[in-house]
Protein backbone atom coordinates (compact mmCIF):
# COMPACT_ATOMS: atom_id res chain seq x y z
CA UNK A 1 0.00 0.00 0.00
CA UNK A 2 0.56 3.33 -0.09
CA UNK A 3 3.62 4.71 2.16
CA UNK A 4 4.72 8.53 3.21
CA UNK A 5 8.31 8.74 4.60
CA UNK A 6 9.19 11.40 6.55
CA UNK A 7 12.77 12.57 8.24
CA UNK A 8 13.80 13.43 9.78
CA UNK A 9 12.13 12.06 12.70
CA UNK A 10 13.60 14.40 15.54
CA UNK A 11 15.32 17.73 15.23
CA UNK A 12 16.68 20.25 18.08
CA UNK A 13 17.34 23.62 17.07
CA UNK A 14 18.59 26.67 18.50
CA UNK A 15 15.97 29.41 18.62
CA UNK A 16 16.46 31.26 15.35
CA UNK A 17 18.24 28.60 13.28
CA UNK A 18 16.92 26.73 10.21
CA UNK A 19 14.16 23.74 9.96
CA UNK A 20 13.53 21.62 7.42
CA UNK A 21 11.44 18.53 7.29
CA UNK A 22 10.88 16.12 4.29
CA UNK A 23 7.99 13.99 3.21
CA UNK A 24 8.49 11.04 0.37
CA UNK A 25 5.54 9.03 -1.29
CA UNK A 26 6.01 5.68 -3.06
CA UNK A 27 3.57 6.59 -5.17
CA UNK A 28 1.97 9.93 -6.97
CA UNK A 29 -0.04 11.89 -4.92
CA UNK A 30 -3.26 14.21 -5.56
CA UNK A 31 -2.29 16.37 -2.84
CA UNK A 32 -0.46 16.82 0.32
CA UNK A 33 -1.48 18.67 3.25
CA UNK A 34 0.92 19.35 6.49
CA UNK A 35 -0.35 19.68 10.14
CA UNK A 36 1.16 20.78 13.00
CA UNK A 37 0.60 19.02 16.32
CA UNK A 38 1.55 21.16 19.73
CA UNK A 39 2.85 19.31 22.65
CA UNK A 40 -0.37 17.98 24.39
CA UNK A 41 -2.88 19.24 21.40
CA UNK A 42 -4.44 17.90 18.53
CA UNK A 43 -3.27 17.73 14.64
CA UNK A 44 -4.13 21.52 13.30
CA UNK A 45 -4.23 21.88 9.37
CA UNK A 46 -1.15 24.42 8.38
CA UNK A 47 -1.78 24.07 4.09
CA UNK A 48 -2.40 22.07 0.97
CA UNK A 49 -0.07 21.73 -2.41
CA UNK A 50 -1.83 20.00 -5.06
CA UNK A 51 0.40 21.49 -8.04
CA UNK A 52 3.10 20.28 -9.37
CA UNK A 53 6.25 22.14 -8.29
CA UNK A 54 3.85 24.58 -6.28
CA UNK A 55 5.56 26.63 -3.56
CA UNK A 56 3.35 28.34 -0.96
CA UNK A 57 4.54 30.55 2.03
CA UNK A 58 2.79 31.72 5.07
CA UNK A 59 5.14 34.11 7.07
CA UNK A 60 8.21 32.16 7.79
CA UNK A 61 6.64 28.85 6.72
CA UNK A 62 7.54 27.71 2.90
CA UNK A 63 6.15 24.81 1.81
CA UNK A 64 6.75 22.85 -1.48
CA UNK A 65 5.49 20.12 -3.60
CA UNK A 66 8.36 18.38 -5.90
CA UNK A 67 7.54 18.08 -9.70
CA UNK A 68 6.92 14.74 -9.57
CA UNK A 69 4.02 14.65 -7.10
CA UNK A 70 6.14 12.35 -4.66
CA UNK A 71 7.72 14.45 -2.20
CA UNK A 72 6.79 17.77 -0.44
CA UNK A 73 9.32 19.47 2.38
CA UNK A 74 8.65 22.73 4.72
CA UNK A 75 11.35 24.91 5.31
CA UNK A 76 10.98 26.86 8.82
CA UNK A 77 13.20 30.10 8.60
CA UNK A 78 14.41 31.73 12.12
CA UNK A 79 12.81 29.17 14.30
CA UNK A 80 10.93 30.30 17.53
CA UNK A 81 9.79 28.70 20.51
CA UNK A 82 6.27 28.81 19.74
CA UNK A 83 7.47 26.70 16.33
CA UNK A 84 7.79 23.68 18.90
CA UNK A 85 5.84 20.53 17.99
CA UNK A 86 5.23 17.94 15.46
CA UNK A 87 4.79 18.23 11.96
CA UNK A 88 3.02 15.76 9.69
CA UNK A 89 2.86 15.61 6.24
CA UNK A 90 -0.18 13.84 4.93
CA UNK A 91 -0.45 12.53 1.77
CA UNK A 92 -3.61 11.70 -0.44
CA UNK A 93 -3.79 9.26 -3.70
CA UNK A 94 -5.60 10.24 -6.67
CA UNK A 95 -9.35 9.67 -6.87
CA UNK A 96 -8.98 8.89 -3.10
CA UNK A 97 -12.07 9.53 -0.49
CA UNK A 98 -11.47 13.07 1.53
CA UNK A 99 -10.16 12.42 4.27
CA UNK A 100 -8.29 8.98 3.52
CA UNK A 101 -4.67 10.03 3.76
CA UNK A 102 -1.89 8.51 4.59
CA UNK A 103 -0.11 10.35 7.58
CA UNK A 104 3.93 10.46 7.08
CA UNK A 105 5.51 9.62 11.17
CA UNK A 106 6.05 13.35 11.90
CA UNK A 107 9.08 15.41 12.54
CA UNK A 108 9.27 16.35 16.64
CA UNK A 109 10.97 19.94 16.53
CA UNK A 110 12.40 21.35 19.76
CA UNK A 111 13.80 24.83 20.07
CA UNK A 112 16.83 26.01 22.47
CA UNK A 113 15.79 29.76 23.25
CA UNK B 1 -14.34 27.58 11.14
CA UNK B 2 -16.92 24.78 12.65
CA UNK B 3 -16.18 23.58 16.09
CA UNK B 4 -15.45 20.20 16.61
CA UNK B 5 -16.20 18.72 20.58
CA UNK B 6 -15.06 15.36 21.96
CA UNK B 7 -15.22 13.63 24.83
CA UNK B 8 -14.18 12.69 26.98
CA UNK B 9 -11.04 14.50 26.92
CA UNK B 10 -9.55 11.71 28.24
CA UNK B 11 -10.15 8.29 30.60
CA UNK B 12 -7.92 6.17 32.72
CA UNK B 13 -10.02 2.38 32.13
CA UNK B 14 -9.53 -0.93 33.42
CA UNK B 15 -8.68 -3.85 31.00
CA UNK B 16 -11.98 -5.58 29.83
CA UNK B 17 -13.89 -2.55 29.99
CA UNK B 18 -15.60 -0.60 27.32
CA UNK B 19 -15.32 2.97 26.45
CA UNK B 20 -17.89 5.04 24.05
CA UNK B 21 -16.14 8.34 22.48
CA UNK B 22 -18.49 11.13 21.46
CA UNK B 23 -17.83 13.95 18.38
CA UNK B 24 -20.78 16.60 17.93
CA UNK B 25 -19.99 19.18 15.05
CA UNK B 26 -21.58 21.99 14.97
CA UNK B 27 -22.51 22.28 11.24
CA UNK B 28 -23.39 19.72 8.73
CA UNK B 29 -20.02 18.24 7.78
CA UNK B 30 -19.31 15.74 4.21
CA UNK B 31 -17.36 12.65 6.30
CA UNK B 32 -16.43 11.96 9.28
CA UNK B 33 -13.37 9.91 10.21
CA UNK B 34 -11.76 8.68 13.57
CA UNK B 35 -8.25 8.33 14.11
CA UNK B 36 -5.71 6.80 16.44
CA UNK B 37 -2.68 8.05 17.77
CA UNK B 38 -0.38 5.89 19.62
CA UNK B 39 2.00 7.23 22.39
CA UNK B 40 4.97 9.12 19.99
CA UNK B 41 3.42 7.95 16.70
CA UNK B 42 1.59 9.15 13.42
CA UNK B 43 -2.04 8.93 12.70
CA UNK B 44 -3.91 5.73 12.09
CA UNK B 45 -7.35 5.70 9.90
CA UNK B 46 -9.94 3.48 12.15
CA UNK B 47 -12.80 3.76 10.24
CA UNK B 48 -14.84 6.26 7.97
CA UNK B 49 -18.05 6.72 10.09
CA UNK B 50 -21.15 6.42 7.58
CA UNK B 51 -24.31 8.30 7.98
CA UNK B 52 -27.11 6.01 8.59
CA UNK B 53 -25.07 2.70 7.98
CA UNK B 54 -22.03 0.44 8.86
CA UNK B 55 -18.88 2.43 8.79
CA UNK B 56 -15.92 1.68 6.30
CA UNK B 57 -12.88 0.05 8.35
CA UNK B 58 -9.40 0.10 7.46
CA UNK B 59 -7.02 -2.57 7.11
CA UNK B 60 -6.42 -3.90 10.97
CA UNK B 61 -9.47 -2.41 12.42
CA UNK B 62 -13.18 -4.59 12.70
CA UNK B 63 -16.33 -4.03 13.49
CA UNK B 64 -16.45 -5.80 16.93
CA UNK B 65 -13.42 -4.25 18.60
CA UNK B 66 -14.19 -0.37 17.46
CA UNK B 67 -18.16 -0.46 16.57
CA UNK B 68 -19.10 3.39 15.50
CA UNK B 69 -22.49 5.12 15.14
CA UNK B 70 -23.25 8.11 13.05
CA UNK B 71 -27.01 8.68 13.39
CA UNK B 72 -26.78 12.02 11.25
CA UNK B 73 -24.95 14.39 10.18
CA UNK B 74 -22.90 16.50 12.77
CA UNK B 75 -22.44 13.03 15.53
CA UNK B 76 -21.00 10.23 15.64
CA UNK B 77 -19.36 7.57 18.46
CA UNK B 78 -16.41 5.68 18.88
CA UNK B 79 -16.38 2.55 21.38
CA UNK B 80 -13.43 0.80 22.27
CA UNK B 81 -14.39 -2.86 23.07
CA UNK B 82 -12.63 -5.05 25.79
CA UNK B 83 -10.02 -2.73 26.20
CA UNK B 84 -6.46 -4.21 27.15
CA UNK B 85 -3.52 -1.86 27.61
CA UNK B 86 -2.71 -1.95 24.22
CA UNK B 87 -5.41 0.38 23.25
CA UNK B 88 -4.16 3.21 25.22
CA UNK B 89 -3.81 5.95 22.54
CA UNK B 90 -5.38 9.16 21.23
CA UNK B 91 -8.16 8.92 19.84
CA UNK B 92 -9.04 11.78 17.35
CA UNK B 93 -12.63 12.23 15.34
CA UNK B 94 -11.88 14.09 12.02
CA UNK B 95 -13.98 15.77 9.89
CA UNK B 96 -13.93 17.20 6.37
CA UNK B 97 -16.36 19.88 4.47
CA UNK B 98 -16.52 19.53 0.90
CA UNK B 99 -13.22 19.44 -0.70
CA UNK B 100 -11.38 20.78 2.86
CA UNK B 101 -8.63 18.74 4.22
CA UNK B 102 -8.94 17.17 7.65
CA UNK B 103 -10.60 19.30 10.73
CA UNK B 104 -9.18 17.02 13.72
CA UNK B 105 -11.43 17.39 17.55
CA UNK B 106 -9.72 17.61 21.02
CA UNK B 107 -8.74 14.04 20.57
CA UNK B 108 -9.45 11.53 23.36
CA UNK B 109 -6.42 10.66 25.68
CA UNK B 110 -7.25 6.61 26.84
CA UNK B 111 -4.86 5.20 29.05
CA UNK B 112 -6.05 1.39 29.66
CA UNK B 113 -4.60 -0.10 33.20
Known amino acids: GQQVMQIPQYQHVQEGEDFTTYCNSSTTLSNIQWYKQRPGGHPVFLIQ?????EVKKQKRLTFQFGEAKKNSSLHITATQTTDVGTYFCAGMLPRANAGKSTFGDGTTLTVKP | SAVISQKPSRDICQRGTSLTIQCQVDSQVTMMFWYRQQPGQSLTLIATANQGSEATYESGFVIDKFPISRPNLTFSTLTVSNMSPEDSSIYLC??????????FGNGTRLTVT
Open chain 2, 94 to 103: SVVFGNSPLH
Open chain 1, 49 to 53: LVKSG
